[in-house]
C-alpha cells in the first residue's frame, strides 16, 4: 500500500519570505509520480508542480520548486518570495506508474495549510 | 484549456430529495473522476469512468449514482442523502486512466448541504 505523511498540519510565513514544506511518502514502486496540489479558500484545486521519480533533477514551476530525494523518500516543496495568494492548503499527492486496475488511485496528504502574512 | 466546470456551486437539499451534480471537460480527456472532501480534510475518491465506461466504484453507497453520458460530461445523481453527506464534491480528469503518469485536473467542487 502507498501512504504519504505531511507533517505540518499549519505553516504561516511572512510575504516575500521562503517557505518549504515537507512530505513522505512510501511505495514498493520504482518508478511512480508525484504532485503537490494548492486548493485556496473555497476555490478549486490546482496543480502547483509535478515530479517523475525516475528523473533525477528537481522540478521547477516559476517560485516553486521541488526537494525530491528518492532513496530518503522525500518530496519537499519550496515556495521562493511568498505572495498573499499562496494562502492555501496544500496536498502532496502520489501517482502510481501502473495502470491497472487497483492503481488508477492517487494517495494524498493530509495537507499543511499555509498562511502568507503580510 | 484545462478547464473543468461544476454545476451548481452551491446546493442544498432534504434528505427526502433527488438532484443531480454536472460536470464537463472538453480537453478530449477520456478518463473522469468523481471525489468527496470534507473540510480539511483530502480529497476521497468515489469513482472513476474510462471511455464512459465506470472502471472504479470505491465501495459508496447507493444514494450516490454516477452517470457518464458523453466522454465530456460526467453527473452524479443524489437520492435520500443523509447529514453527514455534506461536503465538497469535485470532479477530475485526465487524458486516460494511467495512474500517476496522468495529471488529474480538478474542477471548483459543489458545495453539498444536506439538512
Known amino acids: 500500500a502507498q501512504t504519504v505523511t505531511q507533517s505540518q498540519p499549519e505553516m504561516s510565513v511572512q510575504e516575500a519570505e521562503t517557505v518549504t514544506l515537507s512530505c513522505t511518502y512510501d511505495?514498493?514502486?520504482?518508478?511512480?509520480?508525484l504532485f503537490w496540489y494548492k486548493q485556496p479558500p473555497s476555490r478549486q484545486m490546482i496543480l502547483v508542480i509535478r515530479?517523475?521519480?525516475?528523473?533525477?533533477q528537481n522540478a521547477t514551476e516559476n517560485r516553486f520548486s521541488v526537494n525530491f530525494q528518492k532513496a530518503a523518500k522525500s518530496f519537499s516543496l519550496k515556495i521562493s518570495d511568498s505572495q498573499l495568494g499562496d494562502t492555501a492548503m496544500y496536498f502532496c499527492?502520489?501517482?502510481?506508474?501502473?495502470?491497472?486496475?487497483?492503481?488508477?488511485?492517487?494517495?494524498f496528504g493530509k495537507g499543511t495549510k499555509l498562511s502568507v502574512i503580510p | 484549456d484545462t478547464e473543468v466546470t461544476q454545476t451548481p456551486k452551491h446546493l442544498v437539499m432534504g434528505m427526502t430529495n433527488k438532484k443531480s451534480l454536472k460536470c464537463e471537460q472538453h480537453?478530449?480527456?477520456?478518463?473522469m473522476y468523481w471525489y468527496k472532501q470534507k473540510a480539511k480534510k483530502p480529497p476521497e475518491l468515489m469513482f472513476v469512468?474510462?471511455?464512459?465506461?465506470?472502471?472504479i466504484n470505491e465501495s459508496v453507497p447507493s444514494r450516490f449514482s454516477p452517470e457518464c453520458p458523453n466522454s465530456s460530461l460526467l453527473n452524479l445523481h443524489l437520492h435520500a442523502l443523509q447529514p453527514e453527506d455534506s461536503a465538497l464534491y469535485l470532479c477530475?480528469?485526465?487524458?486516460?486512466?494511467?495512474?500517476?503518469?496522468?495529471?488529474?485536473?480538478f474542477g471548483p467542487g459543489t458545495r453539498l448541504l444536506v439538512l
Open positions: 511505495t514498493s514502486e520504482n518508478n511512480y509520480y
Open positions: 477530475a480528469s485526465s487524458p486516460r486512466l494511467a495512474g500517476g503518469r496522468e495529471t488529474q485536473y
Open positions: 515530479q517523475e521519480a525516475y528523473k533525477q
Open positions: 499527492a502520489l501517482g502510481s506508474s501502473y495502470s491497472g486496475a487497483g492503481s488508477y488511485q492517487l494517495t
Open positions: 480537453m478530449g480527456h477520456r478518463a
Open positions: 469512468y474510462s471511455y464512459e465506461k465506470l472502471s
